[in-house]
């Protein structure tokens, strides 16, 4: 793919506001895929989470990148983290990475961008600074990963292709679009001019699960005939949330050791077998707040909490599962080092029941009514011009400030939304506040316009201002910011001419 071709591509796009786009940037949003069905449903192989167009992501993939992201936060937030409630989380962000990853290849390799063998070897040899060792590529160091990630050179050499052809997706894009002089001169004008925006934010999820009524209020409900269809018909709509999955209550200990050491795994076995000695007359948990080098579960006596299949790793959720209540299992090895688990407690699986939760539901449906009835009370007064801080606060919100920013910036602070983003364009000093109420997902957003300034740095002879000119740093984010935003065009287009589905029973186990 040469410039021409970035050139072609990017007429071929739709014209956007470029104006629109600096103000407010394009934020980054993953692609959510769950729910996605029809015809891909057909052609799942045993042990694939996905399919994309006719290639598979397996059950193997999506443990790798689980793996790979819950390493990334715990490196990220010093260890500190504890995922023992955020797995679902993580599994979820690591299969919209692969489908991602799956969809950018394919439409790369559609729009002719290949990468040869040479160029992977080159790669592997230069660029993964792992396999380095004192400068130079180290084979020892590259078969140890190989086994203990437990993939082969073939299937590692494919990663290591769909990463290289990402990174010379970005830059063609980026070399394709460098901003004009008029660009260049609009920027700097922008940012010398400054916004504050008082918002409210409210969530209509969080709203219908919070909410409380009386259990009069619930009666009177069920007893109403049309509410009660309504009742039954939102309890069958979320009847997996009512449902009671298998999960089991437990604590572990973890001494680890470096992947690919040798010497520091028998370190490790010997730590952890000489720990399970000691269990046979102390505490668990307090050994634990000793010894273990999870930091998340160590502060807790390496508590973990109730948490369902799927949550842990394979190796440690298989032991976990298995072991009787009470019972200190044998060290157990995973990709974080040696582990011994005791399990405290456990669930059994059981069947969402109407008549055990029917007063809860009965509370949703009564909550989804009077937020959308508040709601539209609220976009009433905002139409005609009236006070709405009632509707706010009854809504769970409350007025927040962005704070000043620049309209060069990728977007107002505090407000990472697109929809927001587009919406302050129709905001102004004479028309302070929006008039409507923005929705994404189960958000909802107000907006006023608090502060308005724009300062100039010079004045011609006639008096008109003069914008600061713009410095290196400034064109080189336009550029990537266009780059990106004509990235993400070009491959929502192929994703929208794509079949993607997701096996909800393996993601959602």
């Given at each position: ?13 739709s014209t ?8 407010f ?11 996605f069905?029809g015809?891909?449903?057909?052609g ?6 996905a399919?994309?167009?006719n290639?598979?992501i397996?059950?193997a993939?999506?443990?790798q ?5 819950e ?6 937030f010093g ?10 989380e ?7 990475q692969?489908v ?5 290849f394919?439409?790369?390799?559609k729009s002719?961008i ?6 992977v ?6 660029e ?9 590529f180290?084979r ?15 299937e590692?050499e ?7 052809v ?8 980026e ?10 001169e609009?920027?700097?004008e ?18 219908v699960?919070?909410a409380?009524?009386t259990?009069?209020?619930?009666d009177?409900a ?14 069958e709509t979320?009847?997996?949330e009512?449902a ?6 437990a ?11 040798a ?8 730590k952890i077998?000489e720990i399970q ?17 999870d ?8 508590d973990?909490?109730?948490f ?7 190796e440690?959720?298989?032991v976990?599962?298995a072991?009787?209540?009470g ?10 080092g ?8 456990k669930?059994?699986?059981k069947d969402a029941?109407f ?16 937020f959308?009835?508040?709601?539209a009370e ?5 139409a005609d011009g ?8 009854a809504?769970?919100?409350n007025w ?10 990728e ?5 990472n ?11 102004s000093?004479k ?14 957003y107000v ?5 308005f ?18 410095v290196?740093g ?13 990235f993400?065009e070009?491959?929502?287009?192929y994703?929208?001419?794509s ?5 909800q029973?393996?993601v959602?186990?």
């Open positions: 793919m040469s410039k021409s071709m970035a050139d072609s591509l990017k007429k071929k796009l956007k506001n470029f104006t629109a786009m600096l103000v940037g394009a934020i980054i949003v993953v692609f959510v895929f769950f729910g069905g015809p891909g449903k057909s799942m192989g045993v042990g694939s989470v399919r994309v167009n290639s598979l397996s059950v993939d999506l443990a990148e689980q793996q790979r992201l390493q990334y936060y715990s490196s990220l260890g500190g983290m504890d995922f023992g409630n955020r797995r679902q993580m599994q979820q962000q690591a299969i919209q692969l991602r990853g799956e969809l950018i394919q439409a790369a390799r002719g290949q990468v040869t063998d040479a160029e070897r080159d790669y592997i040899v230069k993964v600074p792992f396999f380095q060792e004192n400068g130079r180290s020892e160091m590259y078969n140890r990963y190989i086994e203990f990630s437990r993939t082969s050179p073939g590692f494919r990663k290591i292709r769909k990463e290289v990402n990174l010379r997706l970005r830059r063609l894009f070399a394709g679009l460098a901003p004009s002089q008029m660009e260049i609009k920027l700097a922008l940012k010398n001019t400054k916004l504050n925006i008082q918002f409210a934010k409210f969530n209509r999820d969080e709203f699960k919070t409380k009524f259990p009069a209020e619930e009177a069920l007893a109403d005939a049309a509410l009660a269809e309504k009742i039954k018909t939102y309890f979320h009847k997996a009512f009671q999955k298998e999960e089991i209550h604590q572990h200990i973890l001494i680890a050791f470096k992947a690919g050491e010497d520091g795994e028998k370190v490790a076995l010997a077998t000695r000691r269990l046979a007359s102390e505490d668990f948990g307090k050994v634990a707040s000793q010894v273990s080098e930091p998340g579960s160590k502060a807790k006596n390496g973990l909490g109730f369902p299949r799927g949550r842990m790793v394979p440690f959720e298989k976990a599962f072991s009787q209540v019972k200190v299992s044998e060290p157990v090895k995973t990709n974080y040696y582990h011994l688990i005791k399990v405290l407690e669930k059994e699986a029941d008549e055990t939760n029917k007063r809860v539901v009965a509370g949703r449906v009564l909550a989804e009514d009077k959308d009835k508040t709601l609220l976009e009433k007064g905002l009236g006070n709405v801080d009632a509707q706010i606060t809504l769970g919100g927040q400030e962005t704070g000043s920013f620049d309209l060069s910036q977007g107002a602070p505090q407000l939304s697109p929809s927001v983003a587009a919406a302050l364009k129709e905001i000093p028309e302070p506040v929006l008039k409507r109420v923005i929705r994404e997902g189960s958000d909802r907006l006023k316009m608090k502060d300034s724009r300062s100039t740095a010079a004045a011609t002879a006639s008096g008109a201002p003069v914008a600061a000119p713009a290196k400034d064109t080189d984010a336009v550029r990537r910011q266009r780059a990106y935003s004509t993400e070009w491959l929502n287009q994703r929208a001419k079949d993607v589905y997701i096996n029973q393996v959602n186990q």
